[in-house]
């Protein structure tokens, strides 16, 4: 067989170059770019979840600030509108790290996650924001013997933090989801659940609009300099005089220099079905309809659609070179051909689906999974990048510390050691490339053998690590 004749190259031949949730036609208005000379008291630089937040928070913190916020192309451009959405109390990428990492601030911040998400779901809620949010939980499927235990050990911490999960056997799993895969799970039915992303952007974009906040979409920042007591802004057709600025710029070539050490750009990589007609839906099962993820370094998450496709994505994270990102890199044939193939393995009973979209977006790699905090000149920029695949949620607490550091003022957020310490820097090119694809080698080894190696081992002990 041919590779233009193999049944996945069939599947994924109409799919469209483009994400799912902004392919549609009730895309917003785009807001004009900014042209000629402006000012604003807070300028806000990123289109996405943190931006979006932290321009939104402004305005409820201080009414009479003068907030503007930039976006390169549209907002929801970047991995806000191109992500799971999944939605996680988690800000420190699950419980397990978060004890590894901060084991006297966990109870902290655990609880300033949960309180994060229902600040988000309040909000959507008292501003109409119809983005299908449900508190569903997830399910970690098995699909090794070696995962079972690793299942069980985090059952017994999620309880213990007081989160509602149970161990689901072979039998009870595929009762529920139905794949030949599955050797069993862990039900989570607290902490999160999912939400249509692009939906939720566009909902705080108006939210932001009626609150006076003036949006220029089409309008890249090119540099940032200290004038007087300010910042001077520069983009292509305008120029901009602000007192503050906050950095919510993702895995985006940095304004800052300082940042290409702690953020590594990955593009991780999705697919979305054509609608599954009720025969093939009931073929799986699936009617809690959560969000189900595997278990491993290199691991899949998936999730059906409000109109029953399933959305999935993940496992084959690509470093480029050089920290290089351009919108080329969204289509990579192997990693989609990759997807599309473990997701036949995963559902053979769905042979024949067609993929309709196939994108990639960009994560925000810190070496410790967590975002890194800061500011620059002279505390008049903020920046709240890193957010490690884990940022539908936590990009709001993260635009509260933004706006936190520009204050100067000490708060309980701006006290954590997560916002005080920042991630090991990644070292530099040329030896970054060769670091991160020895380390993807080493947690595919870990993911067949269960063991963690030597490599593992050493970068664990230094504190760096590297994941989607
Ligand atoms: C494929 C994928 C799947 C994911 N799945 C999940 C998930 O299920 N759950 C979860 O919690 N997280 C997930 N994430 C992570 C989550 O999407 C991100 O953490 C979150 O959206 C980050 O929001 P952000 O605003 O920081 O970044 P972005 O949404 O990327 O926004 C940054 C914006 O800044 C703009 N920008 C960059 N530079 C400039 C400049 N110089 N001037 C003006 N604008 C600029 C970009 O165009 C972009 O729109 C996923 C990410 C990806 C890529």
Not at 59 to 83: F, T, W
Not at 172 to 195: F, I, K, Q
Request: proline content about 5%.
């Amino acid at each position: 067989m041919t590779a233009a004749t193999h049944p996945l190259a069939d599947a994924l031949r109409d799919a469209e170059p483009a994400s799912f949730w902004t392919d549609r036609s009730d895309a917003p208005e785009s807001c004009e770019p900014l042209t000629g000379r402006a000012t604003c008291d807070l300028l806000v630089v990123g289109g996405g979840f943190t931006g979006l937040w932290a321009a939104i928070e402004a305005k409820a913190l201080h009414p009479a600030l003068d907030v503007v916020l930039m976006e390169s192309e549209q907002i929801a451009y970047g991995a806000s509108g191109r992500n799971g959405g999944f939605i996680s109390e988690s800000l420190t990428h699950g419980i397990a790290h978060g004890l590894e990492l901060w084991p006297d601030e966990l109870d902290a911040l655990l609880r300033l996650g949960r309180e994060n998400l229902q600040e988000i779901e309040a909000f959507a809620a008292a501003e109409g924001i119809d983005a299908g949010l449900r508190m569903c939980g997830k399910t970690a499927v098995a699909t090794k013997p070696h995962h079972m235990a690793q299942l069980r050990a985090a059952a017994a911490l999620h309880r213990q933090y007081g989160e509602d999960a149970e161990i689901l056997n072979l039998d009870e799993m595929r009762a529920d989801v139905n794949s030949p895969t599955y050797l069993g799970g862990m039900r989570v039915r607290s902490g999160g659940g999912l939400v249509d992303p692009a939906a939720l952007c566009w909902g705080m974009k108006a939210a932001a609009l009626r609150r006076g906040i003036r949006i220029h979409e089409g309008t890249a920042v090119r540099g940032l300099r200290s004038a007087g007591d300010g910042v001077e802004v520069s983009t292509d057709r305008g120029s901009l005089r602000t007192s503050r600025v906050v950095l919510a710029t993702n895995a985006y070539p940095p304004l800052l220099r300082r940042l290409r050490l702690r953020v590594l750009p990955i593009y991780d990589h999705v697919l979305v079905t054509e609608p599954l007609s009720p025969t093939a839906l009931a073929s799986i099962g699936w009617q809690q309809n959560q969000g189900l993820t595997d278990v491993g370094n290199q691991f899949h998450y998936y999730r059906r659609t409000p109109d029953d496709r399933i959305l999935w994505g993940g496992y084959d994270a690509i470093y480029y070179f050089g920290n290089r990102t351009d919108a080329e890199r969204e289509q990579r044939d192997s990693s989609h051909a990759l997807l599309a193939r473990q997701f036949a393995e995963t559902f053979p009973q769905l042979e024949g689906l067609r993929f309709t979209h196939r994108w990639a977006g960009l994560i925000d790699s810190t070496s410790r999974f967590t975002p890194v905090f800061g500011t620059a000149l002279g505390g008049r920029v903020s920046y709240s990048v890193g957010f490690t695949g884990l940022g539908v949620a936590a990009s709001r607490f993260g635009a509260r510390v933004a706006l936190d550091l520009l204050t100067g003022e000490h708060t309980e957020r701006t006290r954590l050691q997560m916002v005080q310490r920042k991630p090991v820097p990644f070292p530099p090119e040329p030896l970054r490339y060769p670091v991160v694809q020895a380390t993807r080698a080493a947690l595919a080894r870990e993911d067949v053998s269960g063991h963690r190696g030597a490599w593992l081992r050493l970068l664990d002990s230094l504190g760096v690590g590297f994941n989607s």
